[in-house]
């Protein structure tokens, strides 16, 4: 049987591990841009990711990969119009990959249950508006700057204490728009204006983050930092490295991974959890 949108919210405390596999419906993702743009092929990704066992889909529309231009939300909607519903009959839990409340509202009226924002409530305002009407959960994530210029020069004192103070101060606002926080997770940002030490600052401490009381999701996969310290420059390559990304993160309390491999990840896991149950 498929997992509830509780068992995601929960998994901080179950210890309970919810695999979250990516659909980028983008022409310009930055490692499987324009895959999955025809319906059919998008479709056809989801049922893959379900059998390969994700609890939970991504769906995106707008690639926020560095350096990448905004995506107005009529073009959102418009690809995702055909797509979503297929994605939804699939099964899992679908999230909305958006910082648009227009997008959201499309999604979550085409079945998706879960907000996305990598933008945690400051793009839109009205994503904490819709979420506490709604009742729909949230993932709030940390970004440095926007993705046009995130990379240009990142720099933090101490990225973990820094990354945290911003989800708590999120995590507030989002209270005070009425979006409960049992209701919220909240992600560090892997990549989202971020050094290669910087990333594994947050990958390393995600106890500290995990400490706001919200399940913590982590989304290391593919992405460049990994291709720093393997060589591998294709993403589609990074693999091992993502897997090593979740587990390590995995220890430190994460318990939600957005990932785009999702049997080799599910398979790690299986491991993991036998050697070490998490969970109270
Ligand atoms: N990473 C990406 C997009 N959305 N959302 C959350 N919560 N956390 C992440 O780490 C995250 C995210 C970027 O990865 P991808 O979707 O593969 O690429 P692109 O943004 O180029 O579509």
């Known amino acids: 049987m498929g997992i509830t949108l509780d068992d995601i919210l929960t998994s901080h405390r179950t210890g309970r591990s919810i695999v979250m596999g990516i659909l980028n419906v983008t022409p310009d993702s930055f490692s499987d841009g324009g895959a999955f743009l025809d319906p059919a092929d998008a479709k056809a990704q989801a049922e893959r990711l379900v059998a390969e066992g994700a609890d939970a889909i991504d769906v995106g529309a707008e690639s926020t990969r560095p350096g990448s231009e905004r995506v107005s939300a009529g073009e959102q909607i418009d690809r995702l119009r ?11 839990v679908v999230s909305i990959d958006t910082t648009r409340a227009e997008v959201a509202a499309f999604a979550l009226d085409a079945g998706a ?22 009742g729909a959960p949230m993932i709030l994530m940390h970004m440095l700057g926007e993705p046009k210029s995130m990379q240009a020069d990142p720099q ?18 989002a ?6 926080r049992r209701r919220l997770i909240v992600d ?40 720093e310290l393997t060589g591998r420059r294709d993403p589609r390559q990074r693999l091992a490295g993502t897997l090593a990304a979740c587990l390590a993160a995995r220890r430190g309390g994460a318990t939600i991974f957005r990932v785009h491999d999702v049997a080799p990840l599910r398979e790690a896991l299986a491991v993991a959890e036998a050697i070490e149950p998490l969970g109270e």
Request: with cysteine; aromatic share 6%; glycine share 14%.
């Open 156 to 173: 933090y004192d101490d990225v973990v204490s820094e990354v945290r103070a911003f989800l708590a101060e999120r995590i507030g606002a």
């Open 113 to 134: 249950q879960i907000l996305n924002d990598v933008s945690a409530g400051r793009d839109d305002p009205g994503l904490f508006a819709l979420a506490a009407e709604r």
């Open 175 to 180: 209270g005070a728009a009425g979006v409960a």
């Open 82 to 92: 055909e797509i979503l519903p297929a994605v939804v009959a699939c099964g899992a």
């Open 188 to 227: 560090p940002g892997i990549g989202f204006g971020k050094r290669l030490e910087h990333n594994l600052a947050l990958l390393a401490g995600v106890g500290e983050l995990a400490s706001l009381g919200t399940a913590v999701l982590i989304g290391p996969s593919r992405k460049r930092f990994l291709g």
